[in-house]
């Protein structure tokens, strides 16, 4: 077979005088970043570089042009903010002129793993650690596919460029715009490379619900040797990564999903990106492992030696690793799982009042998931200096382009149709809130997830399970691997009054974060969630 040429034009795009590197090899993309002083080598092989400016998404900087497509159907507030087709179209072709002249690197891929859902997509950066993460991020094409290959979404990925306030219709110099009528997402001003994947996730959270029911997760997912899908939703640092690569069940994916209405889970990515703060060999090997060449580190600090300081969040506490999905051994090929049995809707609770693992009826799952709740602890951003509440509807706000009510019904009707068991897990605080109470041992929430995947906690009954006497959660009262005094929160505490002083205090947090979804939500989803307001 011959190799696909390695050129291609963009004049449909508007460039026309640029150097194109089509299609370059991960190797070839790391030599060009070494050689262009963008990054270093660090001693496992990895490639570091940093991020610039900017170490994570910029929520308040993420539009979507609002036009025919859109107008009547996106959730428009603090979330989706509309851009004008007009603005949209001066700017892009400030982008394009920005691109002109200069080197480039374009790469052609796809998202999503099931052949029946299948996105084909071309991103064009104009740096090439940022072509490489595409590689290793999205789905790869074979030759063959190459020869063939018709794009249907283009990301123009320009970090270089500042837009200009005054003129064009952003709120600062950084952007990501999202066009649904021409099928593009339009990126400058940011080096942050997770702009490019949540770019397109957002792109198929509106597509596959709307044309092809089906429901589009932030979650990660894995495969049992029974073929019984398990699913892992949460915000960032609740553990979505970690407890999603277990050895004993093979990786779907650890990030973007979907749910289709065949009753089939598949990946939308080809990689993944996790945190990698306080990263160590022995609690986390599968990521630890990943981290070889062909993977990319962002915005850590390392020795003379290219040794990695995992704890040094001097740069950010958002330090991140990218790798194709093949740099973990025990994985599920293709990424695509079928009879999802079990639901995990992971918190990391700085509270520290919801038990470490409770099964949850199919109002409180629609409300929670709806609520999709975590916290922010002392020191992760300015003016946090105790713990607070962090809500992000359908544990994924900033993606979703619908109004979280529809992703939440969806889910539900999923979860009634297959007969899935859903769990609520506290991977954060137990025996008192951040600064008092310590982190959830790792082994500990492990151990409960299997547990609950073995179908070890059993079927409710009173003997065998407590009923939360402020959120209404069933709580089992015995674990295998896990001291029964675990298994309750009050327990640990050892100080009732504090407990449920604590409890209702988020539990109304919980309620007034809930009011605005009220007038949309059915009386079974309001009744999923906490019922008293007060100690």
Avoid at 43 to 54: D, K, Q, R, V, Y
Avoid at 160 to 172: C, K, L, P
Avoid at 194 to 217: C, D, H, Q, R, W
């Amino acid at each position: 077979m011959n190799k696909v040429a390695k050129t291609i034009s963009l004049e449909n795009y508007g460039i026309k005088s640029s150097k194109i590197n089509y299609q370059l090899s991960p190797d070839e993309l790391h030599d060009i970043t070494l050689a262009k002083g963008m990054g270093e080598e660090a001693s496992s092989g990895a490639l570091a570089i940093t991020t610039g400016e900017f170490t994570g998404r910029s929520p308040k900087d993420r539009f979507i042009v609002k036009d025919e497509i859109t107008k009547d159907k996106i959730w428009w507030g603090d979330v989706n903010i509309p851009f004008e087709p007009h603005t949209f179209d001066k700017l892009y072709d400030k982008v394009i002129n920005y691109l002109n002249d200069k080197e480039l690197y374009v790469r052609d891929s796809y998202a999503c793993a099931d052949e029946d859902y299948k996105l084909n997509i071309r991103v064009i950066n104009e740096y090439p650690w940022s072509n490489m993460f595409a590689y290793n991020m999205f789905l790869r094409p074979t030759e063959s596919e190459l020869e063939n290959f018709n794009p249907e979404w283009t990301i123009v990925n320009a970090p270089g460029f500042m837009a200009d306030v005054a003129s064009d219709g952003t709120r600062q110099h950084n952007f990501a715009i999202l066009n649904f009528s021409k099928k593009i997402a339009l990126i400058g001003g940011t080096g942050y490379t997770g702009e490019i994947k949540k770019g397109i996730f957002s792109a198929l959270n509106f597509i596959l619900p709307v044309y092809k029911e089906t429901l589009p997760m932030h979650c990660s997912a894995n495969i049992g040797k029974d073929n019984d899908t398990a699913i892992f939703f949460g915000l960032s640092g609740t553990g979505k990564t970690t407890l999603s690569a277990d050895p004993n069940r093979k990786l779907i994916g650890d990030d973007e999903h979907g749910w289709t209405k065949e009753n089939t889970v598949f990946n939308f990515e080809g990689g993944c990106y996790a945190k990698v703060i306080n990263l160590s060999e022995v609690n986390e090997p599968d990521i630890f492992g990943a981290i070889k060449k062909g993977a990319i580190l962002e915005n850590v600090k390392m020795d003379a030696n290219g040794m990695v300081d995992f704890a040094d969040t001097s740069i950010t506490q958002n330090t991140r690793v990218s790798y194709p999905i093949n740099h973990i051994n025990n994985i599920q090929v293709p990424s695509i799982g079928e009879n999802p049995k079990n639901i995990f809707f992971l918190t990391a609770d700085a509270f520290g009042v919801l038990p470490p693992i409770s099964k949850l009826t199919p109002s409180q799952a629609a409300y929670h998931f709806i609520s999709g709740y975590t916290a922010k602890v002392a020191g992760t951003e300015a003016g946090i200096v105790e713990p607070t509440p962090n809500f992000s509807a359908c544990f994924g706000a900033p993606f979703m382009p619908l109004h979280p009510t529809k992703y939440a019904e969806m889910l539900s009707k999923k979860m009634i149709d297959a007969g899935v068991n859903v769990w609520l897990v506290n991977t954060g605080w137990t025996g008192g809130p951040y600064g008092i109470g310590t982190r959830m041992k790792l082994k500990y929430t492990r151990a409960m997830i299997t547990a609950a995947l073995n179908g070890d906690l059993g079927l409710y009954s009173y003997d065998k399970y407590h009923i939360h006497s402020v959120f209404g959660v069933a709580q089992p009262r015995e674990c295998p691997g896990v001291p029964t005094s675990v298994l309750s929160p009050r327990t640990t505490w050892n100080d009732d009054e504090k407990y449920y002083k604590t409890a209702f205090k988020l539990s109304n947090a919980f309620r007034e974060n809930f009011k605005k979804f009220e007038s949309y939500a059915n009386e079974e989803i309001r009744r999923g969630g906490p019922q008293r307001y007060a100690f």
